[in-house]
């Protein structure tokens, strides 16, 4: 049976260093010691109903909980290099959270982290609300499932990332990624998913600018497009799009189907383009 650590408030350095096998039960860390790396090298803990205030406090942890619990935007990067934890029904606010981690479940928490999750590894996100600039950066094995993101530069360099009945609210998403599948999910921004690759949306409503351009082997299947205007210039692509595209310039290869195409542009490419947009009563060969 786990011991016990309850109603405790703690505020020095590393004060409950290398824990293990404990339950942290409603206490606090904050106070003038500011003390860094409260719970750092932690193993096999469960925090509860904890609030804390004080930077870097859970790194390096191992097979952890973090529940009901509060971190401030005084708790900076609270958690990095740890792996094998579940943060369940939580506010966060410290810039940077999650950092180089691996098998992390998150659900049901509110956070607002400049910088989430760089790095990281078999990651599990669902119902939850999320904040961050360049969310995600660089992490592969990714899971997303009811999730409102907003912030710019999100999903940038990830591989294997799969997201699910979500509304994504980004600019410049998706840049340089690999191997990833949105679905049911509404995506609003600029210049969505430049220079990616294997990416496929299925039953999206895309909203923004210039997207979806420099892509190789993209896939829609049954979406829908708004404000999208000069789409997928320089792009390998299959496109089954109910409704409306404002304008697409200079499809690299594949088929573009759609109800109706404001403006079809094919001048002053750089490459060889041979893309097709299909009107679905009309063909119009690039």
Known sequence: MKKQIVYKTFDEERSLYNL????????????????????????????????????????????????????????????????????FNCDIQGIKCLRECNKIIIDKCNIISPEFGWKCNNIKITNSIIDSMYFLFESKNVEIKNLK?????????????????????????????KNVIVKDSEVKGEYLGWFSENVTFINCKITGTQPLCYCKNLKLINCTMKNTDLAFEYSDVEADIKGHIDSVKNPKSGIIEADSVG????????????????????????
Request: with cysteine; charged share 30%; net charge neutral.
């Open 20 to 87: 293990i096998s404990t339950k942290v039960l409603s206490c606090i860390f904050s106070g003038p010691k500011d003390g860094e790396s409260v719970l750092k090298e932690c193993r096999d803990i469960d925090v509860d109903n904890c609030r804390f205030s004080l930077r870097y406090p859970l790194w390096h942890a191992k097979k952890f909980s973090l529940i009901n619990s509060q971190m401030d935007d005084k708790t900076r990067a609270p958690l990095w290099y740890s792996q094998d934890g579940k943060i």
């Open 149 to 177: 993101m907003t912030g710019k530069y999100s999903f940038q360099y990830m591989e294997n990332l799969y997201i699910e009945n979500s509304n994504l609210e980004t600019k410049d998403a998706f840049w340089h990624s």
């Open 263 to 286: 403006d079809i542009i094919l001048e002053d490419s750089i490459m060889e383009c041979k893309g097709e947009v299909v009107l679905r009563k009309q063909k119009i060969t690039a």
